[in-house]
């Protein structure tokens, strides 16, 4: 049966594959990576990445272009790599309904989500083989800084979306290399030094807040201040770290996203890299500071209440986001870790509240996830 042994892909991932790093073609069923081939095609690479991630049936038997010998469909034969999952491949996976993510077959014949190639949160923690995945995937080697690989790996839009929310895992659970210099350091934050620079400085903006307000206004500025970082939170990860739709095709934009969101889907289980470095952190704060000063302007102790408000409200999330990842946590929140880690595995397209599901629920954006296994092949 066609896909047994090789892994299957749905025309979405086929079609990403057009550069010149990466570029895949079709026939009929069978997904052929041709990438290698490029430079010694007689025609030239450019010939080929026109029909990139593209059907070549018709322009191979195409007499007028050019006449193709056996020998062509014996080179292509070399590249097979996979079977389509839909058409007449016979193993594709039910279709969907509304608002549930697609899922394929793996190589294994196993139900995964397509868009991530996992069944499960148990997948998140299965470690990467570096050498197989980047001969595979051809996006990014593990084994060397990943930053640089970013920027000049050539990668176009869609094909770097399509893996870097394709989830993988260092082996042995260590971090992988970003800068591979000095700035190494910089990149790894432990969980406990969020609550240790930024208690102090709320507890001290409450002190300053208090020479100005009465406790209670005090207290009431300062939980408006928790209650606006909760749509702040969903706004932040739904339109700045998932501005895909959005992101610039070039490789500024891209570096940036790997920097900012990118790398926490493409390694979600790196300890170190789960929440936000203090400096990266602060240069999000100081706009928020001079917002926060701007509607309150008519006093400054409130604006200062709110300001330390929102930012409890942020140590909240990020020590949530930490444990989520890496604790065994009571069963409210276990609920919590099921919703979040199915953002990582199944549908990174919704799902974006962390401390809390309520935004999800009032914009329409909550995961509806079924597992794999319960979807039955055509």
Not at 332 to 348: E, G, I, N, S, T
């Amino acid at each position: 049966m066609p896909g047994k042994d090789l892994p299957t892909f749905t025309r979405t991932d086929v079609q990403s594959h057009k550069t010149l790093k990466s570029c895949y073609v079709t026939i009929g069923n069978k997904v052929f990576d041709i990438t290698d081939f490029l430079e010694d095609h007689p025609g030239g690479g450019a010939l080929i990445l026109e029909y990139g991630g593209k059907d070549i049936k018709d322009i191979l038997a195409d007499e007028v272009s050019h006449t193709h010998t056996d020998t062509a469909y014996e080179i292509l034969d070399e590249h097979l790599v996979g079977f389509l999952a839909d058409g007449a491949s016979g193993t594709a996976i039910k279709s969907k309904p509304d608002a549930i993510p697609p899922v394929q077959l793996d190589e294994n014949g196993k139900a995964v989500f397509a868009t991530t190639g996992m069944a499960s949160e148990e997948d998140l923690t299965k470690d990467t083989n570096t050498t197989d995945d980047y001969k595979k995937y051809k996006f990014l080697d593990l084994s060397k800084p990943l930053l640089m690989q970013v920027w000049f790996g050539g990668f176009t839009k869609d094909f770097y979306l399509e893996q870097v929310h394709r989830p993988r895992h260092y082996p042995g659970g260590a971090s992988a290399p970003i800068f591979g210099n000095f700035l190494e350091p910089l990149s790894l934050t432990p969980w406990y030094v969020v609550p240790m620079v930024w208690l102090p400085c709320i507890a001290y903006g409450v002190y300053r807040a208090l020479e100005g307000l009465s406790p209670t206004v005090t207290a009431l500025s300062w939980v408006s201040g928790l209650l606006i970082w909760t749509f702040v939170e969903y706004m932040l990860h739904r339109f700045l770290f998932h501005l895909d739709e959005w992101l610039p095709d070039n490789r500024v934009g891209l570096t940036l996203h790997f920097l900012l969101h990118g790398i926490h889907h493409y390694l979600p289980m790196d300890k170190y890299r789960l929440v936000m470095p203090p400096t990266l952190f602060l240069a999000l704060a100081i706009p928020w500071w001079k917002f926060a000063h701007t509607v309150f302007w008519f006093n400054w102790h409130m604006g200062t209440a709110v300001f330390c408000g929102a930012i409890f409200g942020y140590v909240c999330y990020d020590l949530t986001h930490y444990f989520l990842h890496h604790k065994n946590l009571p069963m409210h929140y276990k609920a919590l870790k099921k919703y979040h880690l199915q953002h990582h595995f199944a549908d990174y397209q919704n799902g974006f509240g962390v401390t809390s599901r309520f935004w999800d629920d009032v914009f329409g954006t909550a995961l509806k996830v079924p597992p794999p296994e319960v979807l039955k092949t055509t």
